[in-house]
């Protein structure tokens, strides 16, 4: 089954505790990206990824790091955490880059307190 | 990246069709138009994609004019568990980066 999964889906942690939110798909997708979503905000994308070890800055980057060193993978690093990024993430990929065709994963909650 | 514009709800009633409009005025050549569905707390969730004309698949048919500045969601019959936010984006086509761009969405609540 084609899917994107996310882990953990809900996490509470502590502000400037490191932690990273592992993105995982098994389509063979080139196109990965990292979203936040606020109550209000709607859905920003945080990074991108457009192959192994190409990545680039979506419209909100700051505090957040990510790395593509194999296809399927795309993890979400904060290195130090602040309240402000409680929000609810998702990981999504895709054959292309815009928005075409993407399969999402279920979310991670974070909680930053 | 082509910015789109929806309504920001719509309300109809079980059986109904409903057609959600999308306006997209600064659409590049080569940029498909994809819609998703998204309910609370879950990620959004592909619907349909098009280039031009009409496509329909299971669940719904997207309409293009010729100049393909706006485009029309039609969603047949609907029921309660269509009470969803839907996104039109556009994008794709290479010619307008590699960024993605929600808009607002439309809140549909589907009413028994």
């Known amino acids: 089954e084609a899917q994107v999964t996310q882990n953990p889906r809900y996490l509470i942690t502590v502000t400037g505790k490191k932690l990273t939110v592992t993105c995982s798909q098994n389509?063979?997708?080139?196109?990965m990206s990292w979203y936040r979503q606020d109550p209000g905000l709607g859905l920003r994308q945080i990074y991108y990824?457009?192959?192994?070890?190409?990545?680039d800055k979506g419209d909100v980057p700051e505090g957040y790091k990510v790395s593509r060193k194999e296809k399927r993978n795309f993890p979400l690093i904060l290195e130090s955490p602040s309240p402000n990024q409680t929000s609810l993430y998702f990981c999504?990929?895709?054959?292309?880059?815009?928005?075409?065709?993407?399969?999402f994963g279920q979310g991670t909650r974070l909680t930053v307190v | 990246l082509a910015k789109t514009t929806q309504p920001i709800s719509m309300d109809s009633y079980e059986g109904q069709e409903v057609n959600i409009t999308c306006s997209h005025n600064?659409?590049?050549?080569?940029?498909?138009i994809t819609w998703y569905q998204q309910f609370p707390s879950q990620g959004p969730r592909f619907i349909i994609q098009?280039?031009?004309t009409k496509v329909t698949n299971e669940v719904a048919s997207l309409f293009i004019p010729a100049d393909r500045k706006s485009s029309t969601l039609s969603l047949p019959r609907v029921s309660l568990s269509d009470t969803a936010v839907y996104y039109c984006?556009?994008?794709?086509?290479?010619?307008?980066?590699?960024?993605?761009?929600f808009g607002a969405g439309t809140r549909l609540f589907v009413k028994a």
């Open positions: 984006l556009v994008g794709g086509g290479n010619t307008g980066g590699f960024k993605t761009i």
């Open positions: 098009g280039y031009k």
């Open positions: 999504a990929s895709s054959l292309r880059p815009g928005g075409t065709e993407a399969f």
């Open positions: 990824s457009m192959n192994v070890e190409v990545t």
């Open positions: 389509m063979n997708h080139e196109y």
């Open positions: 600064n659409i590049a050549t080569n940029d498909y």
